[in-house]
């Protein structure tokens, strides 16, 4: 069964840039020509969705993030990563990982809690 | 884009069916059936319980089931148990090829 697994900085000083990494288990992530996500949650608040990796290698991401965003696959690793740069305090968050199947976010990792404090 | 729009409570007793609304607009909900719902417990990760509008993953109880009419979906569940008490986010593909969620719906079962 597919599993995913988040990591990366826990803290993250403002202006610096997130690095985090999304390992991808139980199955290869070039079968079944899936797309990639990531989607993210402020503590108590909802779900954001930041931006998605297509199964073409072209990136989408949440307008609002304007440009701040790399999201990329090596496929070679199976991992998905995510670099947001120039973060501020509003970046603090439960940063998820999912795979995009029917147009819906069907596996989720566990998620990792993202701090962006001086 | 903005957040999907969502009741931010809703409550019902064990073994009654209650409804979450969720509404958008012409280019998310509206534009096509790429509607799905998640369960969240608390210190936990979404659970896809509804894609395409209505369809359940394998797995997911019958008693959850979900419809669109315009640019609104609803999620109901009938029967309710106890387990099912936890917060529910709709999201929508959208005409621009983003994802848009909404804002969450906390259900405290009675």
């Known amino acids: 069964q597919l599993q995913l697994q988040e990591s990366g900085s826990g803290l993250v000083k403002p202006s610096q840039t997130l690095s985090l990494t999304c390992a991808v288990s139980?199955?290869?992530?070039?079968?079944?020509?899936?797309?990639w996500s990531w989607i993210r949650q402020p503590p108590g608040k909802g779900l954001e969705w930041i931006g998605y990796?297509?199964?073409?290698?072209?990136?989408f991401h949440n307008p609002s993030l304007k440009s701040r965003v790399n999201i990329s696959v090596d496929r070679s690793k199976n991992q998905i990563s995510l670099r947001l740069s120039s973060v501020t305090a509003a970046d603090t968050a439960v940063y998820y990982c999912?795979?995009?199947?029917?147009?819906?976010?069907?596996?989720w990792g566990r998620g990792t809690m993202v701090t962006v404090s001086s | 884009q903005s957040a999907l729009t969502q009741p931010a409570s809703v409550s019902g007793s064990p073994g009654q069916s209650i409804t979450i609304s969720c509404t958008g607009t012409s280019s998310d909900i509206g534009g096509d059936n790429y509607v799905s719902w998640y369960q969240q417990h608390p210190g936990e990760a979404p659970k896809l319980m509804i894609y395409f509008v209505s369809y359940r993953p394998s797995g997911v109880s019958n008693r959850f089931s979900g419809s669109k009419s315009g640019n609104t979906a609803s999620l109901t569940i009938s029967g309710l148990l106890a387990a099912d008490e936890a917060d529910y986010y709709c999201s929508s593909y959208t005409t621009s090829n983003t994802w848009v969620f909404g804002g969450g719906t906390k259900l405290t079962v009675l």
């Open positions: 139980g199955d290869s992530m070039s079968s079944g020509g899936y797309s």
């Open positions: 990796f297509y199964q073409s290698g072209s990136t």
């Open positions: 999912a795979r995009v199947s029917n147009d819906s976010f069907d596996i």
